[in-house]
């Protein structure tokens, strides 16, 4: 089996940028807060949690953050910010090198109140979104919410793809594969069991910010 390049590929990324996009929260997870702060507990993870900026905001807001990232360079970022936060804040989160569903797959049942994925989808496969989003499912309590950003299908890097991160880092063996996403896709994934509550299109960054919800009465999990 050919090694999965997006390993190495975001490592040499975050090796490159380092230090390089700021220090504050994305805008996503700014517009995410509020989705967040309407389901009860606190207990969140972040898929792709990268250098723990928006990890560390949501930290300071209250919740308890599972971080997981495929780069073990961008946890190392991620744990360095950590140790900067006060200990009583900083002892809520926890970053890890993993795959997603992997590690989704060794979470309890209905256990989580959120999960936030920021533009990182793009790097999955169709089988790995639906095994993605199924976990997900599985993991959240009735009501949870899953909040999440996607580049869109007119995104002038579309043709592109050696420019999108990871790839911006340099070549890593071979570029890694993007999927832009049609709001039709948006839909179909949010169809493996989710209530749409909200699909914003920011057409100056061509992303769609998507707030899906696990329904309080939730149907059997697809086989």
Same mark, same amino acid.
């Given at each position: 089996?050919?090694?999965?390049?997006?390993?190495?590929?975001?490592? +040499?990324?975050?090796? $490159?940028?380092? @230090?390089?996009?700021?220090?504050?929260?994305?805008?996503?997870?700014?517009?995410?807060?509020?989705?967040?702060?309407?389901?009860?507990?606190?207990?969140?993870?972040?898929?792709?949690?990268?250098?723990?900026?928006?990890? @560390?905001?949501?930290?300071?807001?209250?919740?308890?953050?599972?971080?997981?990232?495929?780069?073990? /360079?961008?946890?190392?970022?991620?744990?360095?910010?950590?140790? !900067?936060?006060?200990?009583?804040?900083?002892?809520?989160?926890?970053?890890?090198?993993?795959?997603? $569903?992997?590690?989704?797959?060794?979470?309890?049942?209905?256990?989580?109140?959120?999960?936030?994925?920021? %533009?990182?989808?793009?790097?999955?496969?169709?089988?790995? +979104?639906?095994?993605?989003?199924? @976990?997900?499912?599985? !993991?959240?309590?009735?009501?949870?919410?899953?909040?999440?950003?996607?580049?869109?299908? %007119?995104?002038?890097?579309? /043709?592109?793809? $050696?420019?999108?991160?990871?790839?911006?880092?340099?070549?890593?063996?071979?570029?890694?594969?993007? $999927?832009?996403?049609?709001?039709?896709?948006?839909? !179909?994934? !949010?169809?493996? @069991?989710?209530?749409?509550?909200? +699909? /914003?299109?920011?057409?100056?960054?061509?992303?769609?910010?998507?707030?899906?919800?696990?329904?309080?009465?939730?149907?059997?999990?697809?086989?």
């Amino acid at each position: 089996m050919a090694e999965d390049p997006r390993p190495p590929a975001w490592d +040499l990324y975050w090796a $490159t940028v380092e @230090g390089q996009l700021g220090t504050g929260p994305s805008g996503f997870v700014r517009w995410a807060l509020p989705f967040l702060r309407s389901v009860p507990g606190t207990d969140l993870v972040e898929i792709g949690s990268g250098a723990g900026r928006d990890l @560390g905001y949501l930290l300071e807001n209250g919740f308890s953050v599972r971080g997981v990232d495929f780069s073990s /360079e961008a946890v190392r970022i991620s744990r360095q910010l950590l140790a !900067t936060l006060a200990p009583e804040v900083s002892a809520r989160g926890h970053v890890e090198v993993g795959d997603a $569903t992997a590690f989704l797959a060794g979470l309890p049942d209905r256990h989580l109140s959120g999960v936030v994925g920021l %533009v990182l989808y793009e790097t999955f496969s169709d089988r790995e +979104l639906d095994e993605l989003f199924r @976990g997900i499912l599985r !993991t959240l309590r009735p009501g949870g919410v899953h909040l999440w950003c996607v580049r869109d299908d %007119v995104h002038p890097l579309r /043709e592109k793809v $050696t420019m999108v991160p990871p790839n911006q880092g340099g070549p890593p063996g071979r570029a890694v594969d993007h $999927t832009f996403f049609s709001r039709s896709k948006c839909d !179909t994934l !949010t169809g493996l @069991g989710f209530e749409r509550v909200a +699909l /914003e299109p920011r057409a100056e960054t061509h992303y769609f910010f998507v707030a899906d919800r696990k329904p309080v009465a939730s149907p059997p999990a697809a086989q």
